[in-house]
């Protein structure tokens, strides 16, 4: 075992011993620690706050009869909360490290599981649509409960020692992780092998593996891959999201989107429309919990320059 990997066990040890402490805090004082957290991350640290206030800005823009110091206080607000769902989230994964895998289940809330069971009756592995919004790591562990291999195909973490942490805990549940450079063979695979298999389509993907859509009305680049997999086997796509209530993960899956008009997705305009969809369904479970949404990330490169424009208000 390299040093590395030796620290980040250890470092896993570490915060699995703060898991449980969350435990026994109650929820109603965790929620108050997060907005507590929240408003130092706003007012005091700063880091990534504009890329979270242009994005808001850019997807929930200044309405016509809004004052601009109304909409800079309601774009705040949101950006507060937001803050405060990151905290959330945070308190989860640690307290998750201490989590067997029926303890786990009891904190989520699953809302049309029968899709599932109905798109797989066949024998037939499904693509899940997803996004990072709610606690998607909480989510990923959810293959157990349908008897299905779930695999996600995932991006490291540049700290090693919290890369550890995801790592363990997806691993735990159990989550097959998919390396970025040969997820496409990879999900192929564990498709065929009757799984389901996770398709995050949220994050800036340029050429060319992936194409120019739109996402709350901007240009955005997204990623095309489940586009053109999923055309090619003629398989489902159920949209998956999570959302925080009552102190609980609630996620839903719906039944499968319908693309049969597309074919196999071949053609470039087929393909485009197959990531418009996928981008549409995601931005309609946004639009429901916007502060759950993981707005730091620069979504869209192709409409705004994060280090030159100016906010929309003083």
């Known amino acids: 075992m390299s040093l590395k990997r030796l620290l980040g066990l250890i470092f896993y040890r570490f915060v699995q011993a703060w898991g449980w402490l969350f435990r026994l805090t109650p929820y109603f004082l965790k929620n108050f620690l997060a907005s507590i957290g929240a408003f130092v991350w706003f007012y005091l640290v700063g880091f990534r706050r504009r890329i979270v206030l242009l994005n808001l800005a850019a997807a929930f823009p200044r309405k016509p009869e809004e004052a601009s110091v109304d909409f800079r206080d309601r774009i705040y607000s949101l950006a507060r909360e937001n803050f405060k769902n990151y905290f959330l989230g945070l308190f989860e994964v640690i307290e998750k490290t201490t ?87 990879q999900a192929i695979k564990s498709y065929k092998r009757g799984g389901m298999v996770v398709f995050v389509l949220d994050q800036h993907t340029g050429e060319p593996h992936g194409v120019l859509a739109k996402f709350f009305g901007l240009k955005a680049w997204s990623a095309k891959g489940l586009a053109v997999i999923a055309g090619r086997l003629g398989a489902k796509v159920l949209p998956s999201f999570s959302y925080r209530k009552d102190g609980k993960i609630h996620i839903i899956i719906e039944p499968p989107m319908k693309f049969d008009d597309l074919g196999e997705c071949r053609e470039d305009a087929q393909i485009l429309e197959h990531v418009q969809r996928c981008n549409d369904k995601i931005e309609e479970y946004i639009r429901k919990n916007p502060a759950q949404y993981f707005w730091v990330h620069r979504r869209f490169k192709a409409a705004i320059n994060y280090k030159e424009d100016k906010l929309p208000f003083p």
């Open 99 to 185: 989590y067997s895998y029926d303890t786990l289940m009891s904190k989520i809330v699953i809302i049309g599981g029968e899709n599932v069971v109905d798109a797989t009756k066949d024998g037939s592995g499904i693509f899940l649509l997803g996004a990072h919004m709610g606690n998607w790591e909480t989510m990923l562990a959810m293959g157990k409960r349908f008897d299905r291999q779930l695999s996600v195909i995932v991006r490291y973490v540049r700290n090693s020692f919290w890369d550890e942490v995801l790592k363990q805990t997806r691993i735990k549940f159990p989550v097959n992780l998919l390396p970025e450079e040969s997820s496409g063979i």
